[in-house]
């Protein structure tokens, strides 16, 4: 039984050209997850992530701060199943 989380997060505010995706990627790797970041057209940030509820937690913590150049106003989140589709932590293109 696998004690894999997976969470998709709409992150707004100040999020885009303040170095937020690759920050966030550092900030999985660390924590050892999996998924995607990306920019979004309407200026949000969105992350797909998978692993271990703690780290889990831990991110989506960072995530409502992000690096010291963001602003961050809200957090949306999905919960889902894990897919472990994915191998490492990524920067995806705008969506």
């Known amino acids: 039984m696998s004690t894999q989380r997976r ?5 707004q505010g100040t999020v885009q050209g303040v170095s937020f995706r690759e920050s966030s990627r550092a900030e999985a ?13 309407d200026g949000s940030v969105e ?21 010291r150049t963001a602003r961050v106003t809200d ?12 191998r ?3 920067v995806e293109r705008t969506s």
């Open 29 to 41: 790797l660390r924590l050892d997850l999996r998924g995607w970041v990306r920019n979004r057209s």
């Open 88 to 90: 490492t932590f990524t």
């Open 47 to 67: 992350a797909t992530v998978e692993g271990e509820p703690a780290a889990l937690e831990a991110f989506i913590r960072w995530c409502h701060e992000g690096p």
């Open 7 to 11: 969470a998709t997060l709409r992150i």
């Open 75 to 86: 957090v949306a989140r999905t919960d889902g199943e894990p897919t472990g589709e994915f």
